[in-house]
Structures are given as structure tokens and as C-alpha cells.
């Protein structure tokens, strides 16, 4: 081993050092943006979680820089270039041997670790960071149980909290009523709020949660202050008579201190349950409606879907082939398990499957922005909706056009209209996916009940799937009528099994 390399390896481990200090000093320096104030991520996540998402991120950039340093730009040239000549004591050497071979490597070693620790929402290596945190659910928890905290209705929780939230007041600010009133009132704002205080107070009292509330990012401090001053305002507002503008001031400062409290009990939340039942079970104690938008396996789901359209085509084009030989036309047979089977199954995957995936992007992205609950979204299906018709309508107009009309060029927009009932059939089966997965089904569902309405779902999106291709094979001649009656039946399988395997699991179910 030659001193070259000795001092080149040193070099590679002091840069790997660096590598791994700038990118755990990146990742925990990612805010989480909740409410109006914005939050360290460390606080929102368990401690094996975070963890391992720190240890990924800094794995992912020292395999970087290695193979950026080792393979890509190597820069043991320049290394080995200034060890020989400082030991001949060559400088005019060593400033001629400086080129652009020597010195990009370095240049670009030197921008790596720059680019680490560069806070820009442009930087590249930032967007692998945020990739991570969402991996590891980091800010997506954090942000499903603050925003469920917020939606909160105190008509849920039990009679008995709030018997005890009244009891610890030091100022008497609570009647057994206030619980009930609408969201929008003074009193039940401030139920909300001691509601919240008190469970807050549950987890001040143990000594492994100290380091959340020495934060000064989590305000710990300034909510105390504010929820003494704001008991002594609600009290006196009460007994004063009723005055306008005192109870919009009021009611803003009553929603600042509730999103300070959400902020502060969701990262407690989080961070102190030892499973993700655990955490909604408390959100759900504390009258949070949980939705049910986390799917498990999502992309098992997408695996499922294509299999199913696969088989969908198979099993529809087979049958509808044995039924026009056997029955309807058997002096003008067709030939089975024929090369256009494949063709059928490359051109349904776009046709429906891709749809459905980008619901569950769609979905994922949704419902992470959104702040309030409900059990149904009829916007969203309505959205998807008009998303399965666009792509899949483009998908038919590019692929007939190509391959069964033959044009090599045409006029996009005029096709797109006429193929628009070809998007029918998968825009209705995207808005019934994103439906059923607001309709999850338990873990312990009897696997009788399960074949039942999955045979049912089966029969009546068959008949769905029969009326809609018969109105868009209308138009085909007299010559291939076989044909219009193969995809009919081809239909009825295809949407009929993706709807009856449109059947979702949550973690919270």
C-alpha cells in the first residue's frame, strides 16, 4: 500500500465524515409547517422512525459521494499528483499537472457537500431528503393527527374527562353544556382548549417527555401563559354583557391558542405511542374523527388491479370465443388464445390500471393537505372521475389511431372528442375505486360476506360495463359484428372483477 493512497483513503474518510455530519445536520433541519408555525420534525415522529430515516438518508449520501469520488470523478489523480510532487519538491510540476482532470473532481467533491446542506426547495439532493421523510410517514402523521385534533368534536369524549377538565380549572370558565354548542361559539372553543390543556398535562407530568416541553419551538412555556390569561378572559366574558367585537377578538385568540395546543399534544401524541392503533385510539378519545386514508400495501393494490385486468381480458375474450363458435356463428369460427389477447391486455393496463394508480397519488396527496373531515368526498370522486376519462380517453385516441385506424398523423383534439366513449366505462370504475376506499373493510370481515358482495359488485358492474360497450360499439359495420359482441363480453369481465376487487384494508379498520 503506497503513502499515495494511505493519504487519499484518509481524505475519503474525512469527506465521508463530512458527508455524514452536513446531511443528519439536513435532515433534522427540515420544518414541518403546522398551522402558522413551523415545527422540527424530530418532535413528530417516534424515536426508531426518525431514526431510521436518518440513518437511510445519511447512508444514501455517503454511497453518493463514494461513487462520486471513487468511480464517477476519482480524485485520487490529484491526490497522488501532490504526494509525488511535494515529495520531489516539484511545484512548477505540481501547478502544471493542475488540469481540468485533476481539479473537477475536486470542484465537484466541494459542491456535493455544499448542495447537502443548501436549503433550497430547487436543490436536488432536499427533494431525496423530503422523499425520505415521507417514507418513513415523518410529517404525514404529524399532519393527520394535528388536523384531526383541529376537527375535533368534544360531543365524543367521554362524560367522565370531561367531569375532570371542569374540576382543574382554577377559574370556574367551563358549564357541563359547553361541550355541546356549536364549533364556532366562544364556550365551546374554550372546552376545546382546557380539553386539550389537560391531556397536554398528562404527559408534562412524566419525565421522558421533558425534552418536548424545554423546546422552545414548541412554546410550552407561552401556552401556559396564555391559557391562564385566556381562563380569566372567558370567565369575566361570560358574566359581561354580550359584545360584538370583544368576541371576535376572543374567538381569534382562543383559535391561536388551539392551534399552539394541537401543535404541542400532536407531537406528544406521535412520539409516545408505541403503535399506530395506540395513536388514533388517543386522537379518537379526544373526539378526533380519524379518516381512513392510510391504505396498507398500496402498491399491492396496483399489482392486484393489473393481474385482474389481465385476467379480466383472458377469461372475457375465452368465453365471449366459445360463445360466438358454439352459438352465435359456429360456420365462421374464431381462434382462441390468439396473439390479439395480448394486445388487448397491453392496450386495457393503460386503459383502466393507470386511472386507478393515479387515484391513489391523487388520494395520498389530497388527503394530506386537507384539514377537515368527513366520511365522504364527492368532490374528490367527481375528480377523479373527469381524470379517468381524460387518460383513458387519450390513451384509446393515440393507440386506435395508431394501430387500428392507421394514421400517422391526425388531428388530436377532433379524435379525442370522437373517442370520448371509450373513456366511459374506466372514468366510472376510478370514481368507484376512490368510493370504496372510503368504505374499508374490517380485518376480522367474514370471508363468506366478502364473496358475496364481491359476487354481487361483480354482476351489477358486468351489466354497468354491457350497456356502456354496447352504446360505444354502435357505430362498427355489420362485418364485425363478432366484434362488437367480444368486447362486449370482454367488458363485462374487465370492469365487472375490478370492481369486485375493489375492496380496501386501513390500519385503522
Known sequence: MTVEFI??????????????????????????QLGDAPTLPQYFSRRSAY?????????????????????????????????????????????????????????????FLFFIDWENRLNPLLILRDSVHDAFA????????????????????????????????????????DFDKSGATVEYKWAHNCLLFDRIQHYAD?????????????????????????????????????????????????????????RLLASLIVFGSASENEMWDTVKQLGGKVHESHLKHTYKYVLIFTAVTTLGVILGREISVALHNSILFPDKPLPHFSYTTLRWIAYAIPMYVLPIALVFVARAFTFRQQHEQSDRYYGFYMAMMIMGAIVSTTTATVVLEVTFYHREHFEFLSSFIQHIRWGILPALIS????????????????????????????????????????????????????????LVGTAFFVIGLLAAFACFKTTRS
Open 7 to 32: 493519504i487519499y483513503f484518509a481524505v475519503q474518510c474525512l469527506g465521508t465524515g463530512a458527508t455524514l455530519f452536513l446531511a443528519y445536520r439536513s435532515f433534522q433541519k427540515r420544518r414541518i
Open 51 to 111: 431514526w431510521s430515516g436518518i440513518a437511510l438518508y445519511c447512508a444514501l449520501m455517503v454511497c453518493i459521494y463514494w461513487l462520486l469520488t471513487w468511480q464517477w470523478l476519482s480524485l485520487e489523480p490529484l491526490f497522488t499528483l501532490i504526494v509525488s510532487n511535494l515529495r520531489s519538491s516539484e511545484w512548477l510540476d505540481l501547478l502544471q499537472g493542475l488540469d481540468g482532470g485533476t481539479l473537477i473532481p475536486l470542484i465537484v467533491a466541494g459542491l
Open 138 to 177: 415523518i410529517p404525514t402523521k404529524a399532519a393527520q393527527v394535528y388536523n384531526a385534533l383541529m376537527a375535533s368534536r368534544l360531543s365524543a369524549v367521554d362524560d367522565h374527562i370531561k367531569a375532570q377538565i371542569a374540576d382543574r380549572l382554577l377559574v370556574q370558565s367551563i358549564d357541563s353544556g
Open 206 to 262: 412524566q419525565s421522558s417527555y421533558r425534552r418536548f416541553f424545554n423546546e422552545p419551538s414548541l412554546k410550552w412555556g407561552e401556552i401556559c401563559i396564555t391559557y391562564n390569561a385566556m381562563s380569566e378572559k372567558v370567565a369575566i366574558w361570560k358574566d359581561a354583557e354580550p359584545h360584538y367585537t370583544k368576541t371576535v377578538l376572543l374567538i381569534k385568540d382562543l383559535d391561536a391558542l388551539t392551534g399552539l395546543l394541537c
Open 431 to 486: 370514481g368507484y375505486v376512490a368510493y370504496r376506499m372510503d368504505t374499508p373493510i374490517a380485518e376480522a370481515e367474514a370471508p363468506v360476506k366478502l364473496l358475496l358482495s364481491g359476487v354481487l359488485r361483480f354482476l351489477g358492474w358486468g351489466a354497468v360495463a354491457v350497456i356502456f360497450m354496447l352504446y360505444a360499439t354502435d357505430d362498427l359495420p355489420v362485418e364485425v359484428s363478432n366484434l362488437r359482441f367480444i
